[in-house]
């Protein structure tokens, strides 16, 4: 928003003195961000406003000169020759005289020109910096003004402008009434209301006949008609003047008209041509298949959540947005039709992001306009085009009122005070609230207040305190730190998500965090079948992009995805992991809707967190490429469905917890190379190799691994203990076992040591063999066994018969027999 100073200073009494800077302060301290200040080019010397008095038009050159005698207050009119066209005998002009320099370091003197000496130069917008319009010479008008006066602060050389952020919740300051309202009540100082105007009572039927059928999205639409509109009538300077300096771009008396009141009272207009206006005019919303060929020239599909201005020919205008082609203000129009209503902001909103059409009337609309001004608004616009283009009312106003009763809010007294930690009285609750505009009554300790038409954002007790607290100022609250109390270090939780993170980057991951969205798209690619509980997702309201709209149940897209970003990067060897939370869908309890002017009670704080479905933390890996690389020392390794395996077990011991897998089927994993992670019976999660149809969809590299473990599903780490030092000496042993291939490794192992007993320590596989000299359908395990007793040095019998209890054990379980 865009505000002259010259044009605020009309409605608020400025101290004397006040500059930019201190002025700049109070729009801060009202919680308007200055983007900038703009000031006019700095123009020296002689510039005036002068008379054209005569006018010579100088024959025998290439192209039509005109030397022209020009009152600039002096006792001999000045010759000034110039060859613009558009001005005349009686018109008001700028003249700078010889010693005047322009921007641009354009110096002004006397010179012979066409055989005539010019005393100066007759000059335009764009020769002084104040517009862009150099094709004809700036006309100030024919009076009002008296020949010498110093130009600079009649066209605005001398004028400040800021141009203002103004947020969303503060639509009432799209409009120089609701900034001088905003500026007078920070420094104290009278102001005049441009809306305080009563309209006049004109008088017979309404020219037109309107219909709002629907009075949720319009609850107020007026109108009125005029005819005698002389269309050849230009916009006055002063007019342009203050639409160029807010913006916006000069282009027919009517319609600069409608721009010059929606800036200054916040209350966008529309002119349409009254000829072409087919019958009674209604609103309404689209009907399907409409259409609509907006000002911009565009045809438009319309949408049946479009709200429409209407007549008997169809769409005439985009509600709030933007008007329509067939009846725009044209170059000889001569009646018009003037329309003010007030839209609902959210529907507006979403029209103009559905037909990407962004317009200073839906900036306003979409914030919030006053709905007591539409009747206003008119009575300004109708008197400007009666001064400056001959036009007259006909008949009288339509207004279309379905308005209901503003809400009155309750307020305790002492709540700003206990907000903002600082004595606030009542008298000053009162003059704040009073100040803002709204009613306030005094009803024992507590506030009945009404806020005004023009602040929707005023529906709670916060908001009322919020603006007290703005006038009593932010500066005025201490800044006061709360005592930090002692920490207690990290929590068990804390500690063993570290840990895990920091095992796996030992082990040669990269964290790659990603965003926590997904889309149907990627779970269809993943293979999940339709009955998966991670299809059942969470589904945002408004996410931040329509192809991910959805909380993710599992890590592995985001891992995959950052796996093909960097693959298409050209890395080859990869291996990343990532740990954070996922969100399935739960029971999807419905969360109430507590109110924001006293704290929920316990029974609706726990509603609100039986709502919350439950987040578990999972920890995944993904790797691709080579996972030892070859050099002098060998021919390297590439990564397999074992390291995937392996990552799994590197979490569950910095977890603290022992880990079983077994084989297992699980999308989006290759049924053969999948392995199921469990803590003793509890499937905790699973690991190998991604199925071939998956990476092809994914564009992933073939035997592409994962694991996906769910870290809070791991039971709690005992209390860590030091490691006994045994003083006796082991007996080593291996066995290799022929086994049935469909007995799972964790089958066979469990089995040992259950034979073996207390006496066995520690039993590894490190060899696992198929082929010609094992029967097909079988395979060969090879395992180290490591005996000790912890009170005496064990007998060669006893760990012998430890060892045969344990293969006993396991042939029992699997069929299992000592290989040859």
Known sequence: MKVPVSWLSEHVDLPAGIGVTELEDVFVRQGLEVEDVLRAPVTTGPLVVGRVLEIEELTGFKKPIRYCQVDVGNETPQGIVCGARNFAVGDLVVVALPGAVLPGDFAIAARTTYDHVSDGMICSSRELGVGEDHDGILVLGTDGIAPGTPAAGVVGLDDVVFDLEVTTDRGYCMAIRGIAREVAGALAAEWRD?????????????????????????????????????????????????????????????????????????????????????????????????????????????????????????????????????????????????????????????????????????KRFERGTDPDVTVVALARAAALLAEYGGATVVGGVVDVDARAPRPEISLAVDRPSRTAGIPISTDQVVDALRTVGASVELSGDRLLVVPPSWRPDLTDPADLVEEVVRAVGYDEIPSVLPTVPPGRGLTATQRRRRSIGRALAEAGYVEAPSYPFLGTRVLDALGLPDDDPRRDVVTLRNPLSEQEPSLRTTLLPGLLATLARNLGRGQRDLAVFEHGAVFPAGDGAVAPLPGVDRRPDDETLAALLGAVPVQPWHVGVVLAGTREPRGWWGPGRPAVWADAVQAARLVADAAGVELTVRAAEHAPWHPGRCAELLVGETVVGHAGELHPRVCAALELPPRTSAMELDVDALPDKAVAQGPHVASFPPVRMDAALVVPAEHPEATVRAALAAGAGELLEDLRLFDVYTGSQVADGQRSLAYAFVFRAPDRTLTGEEAQAAFDAAVESARAATGAVLRG
């Not at 009563?198 to 039927?205: D, F, I, M, N």
């Not at 916006?248 to 010059?260: E, F, G, K, M, P």
């Not at 200054?264 to 000829?275: I, K, N, T, Y």
């Not at 933007?322 to 170059?331: N, V």
């Open 194 to 362: 441009p809306a305080a105007a009563t309209p006049p009572a004109w008088s017979g039927e309404p020219a037109w006949t309107v219909e709002v059928t629907d009075p949720q999205r319009c609850d107020r639409f007026s109108m009125i008609a005029m005819e005698g509109l002389d269309p050849a009538a230009p916009s006055p300077w002063w007019l342009r003047r203050r639409l160029a300096q807010s913006g916006i771009r000069s282009i027919s008396l009517a319609v600069d008209v409608t721009n010059l009141v929606m800036v200054e009272l916040g209350q966008p207009m529309h002119a349409f041509d009254r000829s072409a206006v087919r019958g009674p005019i209604v609103v309404r919303t689209a009907a399907a298949g409409e259409r609509l060929t907006t000002l911009d020239g565009v045809d438009r599909a319309l949408d049946p959540d479009d709200l429409l201005i209407t007549d008997e020919s169809g769409p005439i205008g985009l509600a709030g947005v933007m008007g329509g082609r067939s009846t725009e203000i044209g170059d000889g129009t001569t009646a018009v039709l003037l329309e003010a209503a007030h839209w609902e902001p959210t529907g507006i909103a979403r029209g103009v992001r559905r037909h990407k059409l962004p317009s200073e009337a839906a």
